[in-house]
Nanobody, 120 residues
């Protein structure tokens, strides 16, 4: 399975962006991670095969929403009320687990990343 993330860009604080991730084949649970300059990659959000099964990092709860379209093999991350500390390269990942998973080691496939820059 190949993953292609898109939708990153430059936005002012308080603005919004929508990231998309296209999968070349069927996937089960999917997630978004991010890596800020000089920091380790961290979990952002995840969604199970059942779209009602979701999880979020505390830092993005209430601002970010993960969703998916199984018919199109797509997953999305709607990011609202963006803050400068959200600046990072965002990666989508796919797991063969049906339920939502959080640890990086649970993911089997990774996309190339898309850069999100939030200016103050």
């Amino acid at each position: 399975v190949q993953l292609q993330a898109s939708g990153g860009g430059l936005v002012q604080a308080g603005g919004a962006l929508r990231l998309s991730c296209a999968a070349s084949g069927r996937t089960f649970s999917m997630g978004w991670f991010r890596q800020a300059p000089g920091k380790e990659r961290e979990f952002v959000a995840a969604i199970g095969w059942n779209a009602a099964d979701t999880a979020y990092a505390d830092s993005v709860k209430g601002r970010f929403t993960i969703s998916r379209n199984n018919a199109k093999n797509m997953v999305y991350l709607q990011m609202n009320s963006l803050k400068p500390e959200d600046t990072a390269v965002y990666y989508c990942a796919a797991s063969l687990n049906v339920r939502v998973v959080i640890p990086e080691r649970a993911y089997d496939y990774w996309g190339q990343g898309t850069l999100v820059t939030v200016s103050s």
